[in-house]
């Protein structure tokens, strides 16, 4: 969704846009769909249809938060990423 406010523009959106998920940093991403991915999508889908307590789309910012992950995850993802920058 675009959202414009007083002349301010913010995109957000129901789930990750792509350019947060694919992210380097991005620590949800782990090259395929897990059952931590499963329990995240189906929890997040349920605060979207609750009626008393509605979700709200968020911002490109809002989701590079929510999508940091593990520190441990994102450590392992940078370190594979250099080494096989150097190997190559």
């Given at each position: 969704?675009?959202?414009?406010?007083?002349?301010?523009?913010?995109?957000?959106?129901?789930?990750?846009?792509?350019?947060?998920?694919?992210?380097?940093?991005?620590?949800?991403?782990?090259?395929?769909?897990?059952?931590?991915?499963?329990?995240?999508?189906?929890?997040?889908?349920?605060?979207?249809?609750?009626?008393?307590?509605?979700a709200q789309p968020l911002s490109l910012t809002?989701?590079?938060?929510c999508q940091c992950g593990q520190t441990a995850?994102?450590?392992?993802?940078?370190?594979?990423?250099?080494?096989?920058?150097?190997?190559?």
């Amino acid at each position: 969704y675009l959202i414009i406010d007083k002349g301010e523009r913010a995109v957000k959106s129901w789930w990750p846009l792509v350019i947060s998920y694919e992210k380097e940093d991005c620590g949800e991403n782990y090259g395929c769909w897990t059952f931590r991915n499963e329990l995240w999508y189906r929890k997040c889908l349920a605060a979207i249809e609750d009626l008393n307590a509605p979700a709200q789309p968020l911002s490109l910012t809002e989701w590079n938060k929510c999508q940091c992950g593990q520190t441990a995850v994102r450590r392992f993802r940078k370190s594979i990423h250099s080494r096989s920058e150097k190997f190559i």
